[in-house]
């Protein structure tokens, strides 16, 4: 299911952004996003800006996640965004953010698997050695194989 | 120590889950025993039970919207902080828990919470809502004693000089039946006080000593303690298990702690403290109470005192001791050729059942829905004459019920002595009038309605002040 969900193709490493921030990294992922998805770039960026006024999603550690639930999504996905400078967040511990994760879901989840697989990988992301490996893996295929092995022993 | 924990994000897609964890790791890494459950998206998860809840020491809600079933912490010392927090450093909060948490308490204001707020029998105090929990478990119990026993005695029971008796086979069989639904009521009532307390390990000293309680071989006494001695035990056994809870206890021996070490010695001390402590002074009570009856009774100018003490007494506790020392000198008296004096108790018996059967028909709003539910079955116990029909209620609400049950049971006694109302069989109620037991079924009657009138105004009329209060 993971596997479905992220790909090496949307792993993006060394993303630059013009002035380190918050707005312009969100509208830069929003561009990577719906270029790999087919979804509509204002919509994403709307979507993402709207979550980040409830509460800066820059959990601390230099780690954002994003999050848009989306109308009419078929295939949700997780994307990261890792940049080639520190990007001012806001975050709650107010360190500037290496790398995004981003994550586009559906409004509506009929049997709620991607949900249920969504939940768990935030879960991991209170794992210091996983977070490491966002942070620093350089090799996108590597990255997602060892997330998906990760994931894999979560799985019940 | 136990800590449960809730979160929930405005999304509920991402950080209830990473909040969950970071608390979940913190609270292992620090050595407690934690479970958090999720509020998120894809619905509630890992749900906390009743019973992980009653043993939590503390509890954690990391939220950044309301969440569902806020009320189940009423009571308990709750820490209510953003999501952030937990996501910043779950450790510190919980190593802050101590120093920061405080006892929850339902406010009217908080929507959603309110479950019992509007039923005027709650005012969302721990104490009250443990009270609660035992009641609503032991209500079915009462409703089946009761109509059973109610339904026995109607078709098959004639009155003699020892009580209704019943000599259909087949109805002493439901009567039977019945009489085990009530004897289960005071273990049922005493074990989920106790058990809204300190869970499960609870269970087994509180329904046991409540028997104990209820035993008078047993007890050394009379009569046995009733519901009131069951609530008292529920409470005791509650608080002295989550005492016990607390004990350092190496970690070889805990897991026989709640199955072995708990029951075994909370039954014996709690017991111990009935038989040694209570025992005594039950009985002493109980033969205080007979020698003033005695005293009142053999004089002709103190008929009204008598009257109204009978009435009072047999209000008092529905079955329990106090009510039992009035009813047998009720039927003392039937043989000792003044049967005015079981008339007055029979006046006074059928008057907490049917006045509060006749309350939640005046203001449902005054009652929860357990509690409307055992309305009816109350009517018809007061109709037979049984009086444990007004149990539930005044378990659930003591400090008005018991008032009003005094109040208006006393006055149907003392308008039954002044009337001169005689019953030649121990039983009471208007089925003894009906199957013609009285002088005058028609004053009989008059006094029962009486009598169940004020308790029922009386009772609405606390109940409704309690509710604008």
Partial sequence: ?156 | MKIVGVTKCPVGIAHTYLAAEKLDKAGKKLQHEIKVETQGAQGTENKLTDEEIAQADYVVIAADAAIEGKDRFVGKKVLEIPIKEVIRDAAAVINSLGNRSKVYEQTKTEEGTEKRGASGVSGGKGAMKQLMNGVSYMIPFVVVGGLFIAISISFGGTPTAKGMVINSEFWNRVSAIGSIGFNLMIPILAGFVAFAISGRAALAPAMISAMVANNKDILGTSAGTGFIGAILVGYMAGYLVKWMNTWKIPKSIRPVMPIFVIPILGTGIISAALIFVLGAPISWFMTALQNILNVLSKNSATAIPLGLLLGAMIGFDMGGPINKVAFLFGTASIVSGTPQIMGAVACAIPVPPLAMGLATLIDKKCFDDEEQAAGVPALLMGLIGISEGAIPFAASDPKRVIPSNIIGASIAGAIGMVLGITDAVPHGGPIVGFLGATNNLALFLLTIVIGSVITAVLTVFLKRRKVKA
């Fill in chain 1, 1 to 156: 299911m993971i596997g479905d969900m992220l790909k090496p193709e949307a792993v993006f490493l060394g993303v630059e952004v013009p002035d380190h921030k918050k707005k312009s990294a969100l509208k830069t992922v929003s561009k990577l996003c719906a270029q790999y998805s087919g979804l509509k770039e204002n919509v994403l960026l709307k979507t993402f800006m709207g979550r980040e006024k409830v509460e800066s999603t820059g959990f601390g550690g230099g780690v954002a996640i994003p999050h848009a639930k989306m109308d009419h999504l078929e295939k949700p996905f997780i994307a990261i965004v890792r940049f080639a400078e520190p990007v001012e967040w806001d975050s709650i511990d107010g360190e500037p953010v290496k790398v995004a994760i981003a994550l586009v879901m559906p409004r509506v989840d009929a049997d709620n698997t991607h949900l249920q697989v969504l939940s768990n990988f935030s879960r991991k992301l209170a794992d210091d050695s996983f977070i490491e490996h966002i942070l620093n893996d350089e090799n996108p295929e590597e990255l997602c194989s060892y997330i998906v092995e990760q994931m894999g022993d979560e799985s019940k």
